[in-house]
């Protein structure tokens, strides 16, 4: 599996190194060859698990791309980002990482809610 930072300028290493108030949420893009679509969803699944188990882990979401496209983006709402870098962290996990498809390049990121006035809250 590739790592490809959604935005190059500041990627995950570096937003795991900060500290934030508040939630945070992991968006992160998964793009890989159509024949490991079954395999990436196993994956996938076992990850979503272990996360699940971790202390401060609120909710995930896997979305599909329309169409052919063998796109798929994970939300993953966390309480801190201390959090998610414990879990994300963790050698247990790091070592599930293997179990993707070679062609799988994933763009981790993280963000937080933003409050606009009358459209949505944070």
């Not at 937003?15 to 159509?34: E, I, Y």
């Not at 939300?75 to 247990?92: I, K, M, S």
Request: glycine residues 4%.
């Amino acid at each position: 599996m590739q790592m490809q930072p959604l935005d190059p300028a500041f990627p995950i290493q570096q937003q795991l190194t900060l500290t934030v108030d508040g939630p945070v949420v992991l968006v992160n893009l998964f793009r890989l060859d159509p024949a490991d679509e079954a395999a990436f969803l196993d994956a996938w699944a076992v990850d979503a698990a272990y996360m699940k188990g971790r202390s401060g882990f609120i909710s995930t979401q896997l979305h599909r791309a329309v169409g052919n496209s063998p796109a798929y983006l994970n939300q993953a709402v966390w309480e801190t980002l201390e959090a998610f870098r414990a879990a994300f962290g963790n050698p247990e996990f790091q070592a599930k990482l293997a179990d993707y498809p070679a062609s799988a390049v994933i763009a981790p990121h993280l963000f937080q809610r933003v409050s606009v006035p009358g459209i949505c809250v944070a």
